[in-house]
């Protein structure tokens, strides 16, 4: 169930309050200064790895292997090479591109800002993230290496050797790796953005068109702050939004997971932070701008003609005005973080 509890109203109705509860937030963001000051932020080549620093935890080594090509069969792509950092840690791509050309069959979401999220995958298929690590380099659309591989790979290597026995005090093993993966994807928590100066108090960080976007977007209207609420804009949870139509739209979502008919078509609910720089959009990658999600929601039946099992919230148009349309996009953008922004 999502309603407006009271939990919702206090995170996004009393600006200064929220800024307690992003407080985790800024602490990793923090961090991630610290680390990214460190090493310079910004890798140039999407695939590349930067530059060959000892790590000293388990997040620097964990930064180190996400960038290494050495976890795919070929060694032709790294965990970047799908999340590309310029673009918030996600794909320009409706769907990516694995070892040997093969094709995924979803879209890449953004890894970053995973720190609070109890199931990882639009189906959740992973219950936190170092569950979550073996999945795409085991995966034959990605970077098809048997995990077992990747750990002999790993040993195999005088420097991990020595990176490994520095930060655990052990050899690679496949616990270790997930372990410092995930540390990774922990510092990039990310809330320097104009709307989280706004909830600090700083009134004049949004425009007035923002602000009347982040009203629309929490009103009975709009609804999207039914389903994308918390500080990262998601609850968590799995609803259909009317993507899935068993014709032309087959992915089955949360469904494949649960066997359970309630979950056909249901998708986790994606956190929108940075969600200006990481299109396209949705499970499949079917909408290439914000202002065509927009659309959609406004809409569903333009697109979809027959959804089955589509939330109730999305059964009747919205009927939004353009100037409606407009703000609730320029809202959107504010979710962005400085650090993503062109400059
Ligand atoms: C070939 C492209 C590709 C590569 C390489 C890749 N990923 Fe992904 N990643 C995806 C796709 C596609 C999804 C969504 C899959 C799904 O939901 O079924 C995803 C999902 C994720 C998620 C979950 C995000 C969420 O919203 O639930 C995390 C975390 C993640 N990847 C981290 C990694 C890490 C760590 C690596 C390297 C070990 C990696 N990925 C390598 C494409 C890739
Ligand atoms: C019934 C719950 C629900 C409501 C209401 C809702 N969303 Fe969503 N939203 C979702 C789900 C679920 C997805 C993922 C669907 C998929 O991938 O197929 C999603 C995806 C998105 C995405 C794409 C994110 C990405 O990274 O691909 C954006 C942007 C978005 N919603 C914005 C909005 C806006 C703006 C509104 C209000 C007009 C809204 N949502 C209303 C549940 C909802």
Redesign the pocket.
């Known amino acids: 169930m999502c309603g407006t509890d009271g939990y919702q109203q206090y995170i996004l109705l009393q600006p200064r309050t929220f800024a307690a509860v992003k407080k985790r937030g800024v602490i990793f963001s923090l961090l991630c200064v610290a680390v990214c000051a460190w090493y310079g932020f910004g890798v140039p080549d999407k695939n590349s790895l930067p530059a060959k620093k000892v790590p000293i935890n388990k997040e620097q080594l964990g930064e180190h292997?996400?960038f290494d090509k050495i976890?795919?069969a070929d060694r032709s792509?790294?965990?970047a090479?799908?999340?590309i950092p310029e673009y918030g840690f996600a794909?320009t791509m409706p769907?990516?591109?694995?070892v040997g050309g093969k094709k995924?069959?979803?879209?890449?979401?953004?890894?970053a800002n995973?720190s609070d999220?109890p199931?990882?995958?639009?189906?959740?298929?992973?219950g936190s993230?170092e569950d979550?690590?073996h999945?795409?380099?085991e995966?034959g659309?990605?970077?098809a290496l048997p995990m077992k591989e990747a750990i002999k790979r790993l040993r195999a290597s005088k420097q991990y050797v020595q990176w490994f026995a520095k930060v655990f005090g052990s050899q690679p093993t496949e616990k270790n790796v997930s372990e410092a993966?995930?540390a990774y994807?922990r510092t990039l928590e990310t809330s320097n953005t104009p709307f989280d100066r706004y909830m600090a108090g700083n009134e004049t960080a949004m425009t007035e068109a923002e602000k009347r976007g982040r009203e629309l977007f929490m009103s009975d209207k709009a609804k999207c702050f039914d389903c994308h609420f918390s500080p990262d804009f998601t609850g968590d949870e799995f609803r259909n939004i009317g993507l899935y139509d068993s014709v032309r739209l087959t992915d089955e979502g949360r469904y494949k997971i649960t066997h359970n008919a309630a979950d056909l078509g249901k998708f986790?609910v994606?956190?929108l932070r940075n969600v200006g720089v990481t299109a396209p959009y949705m499970?499949n990658g079917m909408f290439a701008t914000l202002r065509e999600v927009i659309e959609y929601y406004d809409n569903p039946y333009k697109v979809v003609t027959n959804p089955l099992n589509i939330d109730t919230l999305l059964q009747k148009p919205l009927g939004l005005t353009e100037q409606e349309k407009d703000d609730l996009e320029a809202f959107l953008h504010t979710l962005t973080d400085d650090r993503f922004r062109k400059k």
């Open positions: 292997l996400f976890l795919s792509i790294s965990c090479s799908c999340h794909d769907t990516s591109t694995g995924g069959v979803r879209n890449t979401p953004t890894c995973m999220r199931y990882l995958f639009y189906d959740g298929r992973a993230l979550q690590v999945f795409p380099i995966d659309n990605e970077m993966i995930a994807e986790k994606p956190g499970h």
